[in-house]
């Protein structure tokens, strides 16, 4: 696991993960008729990576639509969701790049599924209460 550098700003730690299936909504513009420009939005697959109470890493194609400071839709867990892209890294596989993402709001599948892998091996709130 990569160490964190002497600038982290990431509240939580970063927890590796079963990469999760998501689907990126990516916003485009393509030409219409008589050259009208039209916004479309293309169904781009990836997969959830790590998480952290406020973020997550996420792999995706390289688009023009994924750019840091972008808020993006994504679908996964039976919902959508939106994260805003902090940064973005290439990765060995070509056309592929790794996200930094924000979450700016959590449909209540994917919310209640990064909960659940964050607690995990966590002590629970009774074991907290018996200890004070």
């Not at 939106?82 to 959590?106: C, D, H, K, N």
């Amino acid at each position: 696991m990569e160490r964190p550098g002497p600038y982290e700003r990431r509240i939580g730690e970063r927890v590796p993960i079963e990469p999760i299936e998501v689907t990126w909504l990516v916003p485009a513009e393509e030409s219409g008729r008589f050259g009208r420009r039209r916004r479309v939005v293309r169904e781009q697959s990836g997969r959830v990576l790590d998480v952290s109470i406020t973020g997550a890493a996420i792999e995706g194609p390289a688009e023009s639509g994924l750019r840091t400071g972008a808020e993006v839709t994504i679908r996964a867990c039976g919902g959508d969701s939106v994260v805003r892209i902090r940064r973005a890294q290439e990765t060995e596989r070509s056309g592929i790049l790794r996200y930094g993402v924000e979450f700016v709001a959590l449909d209540g599948g994917l919310k209640g599924e990064v909960s659940s892998i964050l607690q995990r091996g966590r002590p629970g709130e009774s074991t907290w209460r018996r200890s004070l």
